[in-house]
């Protein structure tokens, strides 16, 4: 099946620890994305990266970092700077085409403090 | 930055009934998406619409660059198009999607 896995589904922080968030695609798309999103909010970008070796901030990157090291992948760390980490996380792609830039979505991961 | 509003913010419907959706924006774009999210938080794509109108079945959708507003539109609805509906708008200016605060549908049987 083509489409876009983040595992996990669930996942526990503890106070002070660092967490990697998996994002992998098979479409053969050029950018990826991180969004996060707080309950009852709109989407708030992370990171975006357009291509391989390459990733800029978004708007809320503090406390965040990203790698990009294959096309298919491109995984979220959350850092212990991340004082408030606890919402839903979700993972895009799309071809890159400037203007024409269709995003598509993972089915997301849920983050909790303990 | 662009401002993106959708309204209204929660809308309760019976099951047949149909019912408008609006996304205003700020600046000009040359890029707007809708999406639905439904109960489990998967987003899933319904519209890219920059311009004009498109329909896809009971749904369909109307935006209005020169204007700055988009319209979903819902024809009779059933339960399973309750979630959150998100308008999103891509500006060359800020090189990524600015979304907005979405408008929650609850459709009950």
């Known amino acids: 099946d083509g489409g876009i896995t983040q595992s996990p589904k669930y996942l526990f922080r503890k106070e002070g620890q660092n967490v990697t968030l998996s994002c992998e695609q098979n479409l053969n798309h050029d950018a990826m994305y991180w969004y996060r999103q707080d309950p009852g909010q709109g989407l708030r970008l992370i990171y975006y990266?357009?291509?391989?070796?390459?990733?800029q901030k978004g708007d809320i990157a503090e406390g965040y970092s990203v790698s990009r090291e294959k096309k298919e992948s491109f995984p979220l760390t959350v850092t212990s700077a991340q004082k408030n980490p606890t919402a839903f996380y979700l993972c895009?792609?799309?071809?890159?085409?400037?203007?024409?830039?269709?995003?598509?979505f993972g089915a997301g991961t849920r983050l909790s403090v303990l | 930055g662009i401002q993106v509003e959708q309204s209204p913010p929660d809308l309760i419907l019976q099951e047949g009934a149909n019912s408008t959706l609006r996304c205003n924006f700020s600046d000009s774009v040359n890029n707007l998406q809708w999406f639905h999210q439904n109960p489990w938080g998967q987003l899933i794509n319904l519209f890219y619409?920059?311009?004009g109108t498109k329909q896809n079945g009971r749904l369909s959708a109307t935006t209005v660059a020169t204007e700055r507003y988009s319209l979903l539109y819902i024809s009779s609805s059933q339960t399973t198009d309750s979630g959150v509906y998100f308008c999103?708008?891509?500006?060359?200016?800020?090189?990524?999607?600015?979304f907005g605060a979405g408008t929650r549908l609850a459709v009950h049987p």
């Open positions: 999103a708008v891509f500006s060359g200016g800020y090189n990524k999607l600015i």
């Open positions: 990266s357009q291509i391989v070796n390459d990733f």
């Open positions: 619409i920059p311009s």
């Open positions: 895009a792609s799309s071809i890159w085409q400037g203007a024409k830039n269709i995003q598509y």
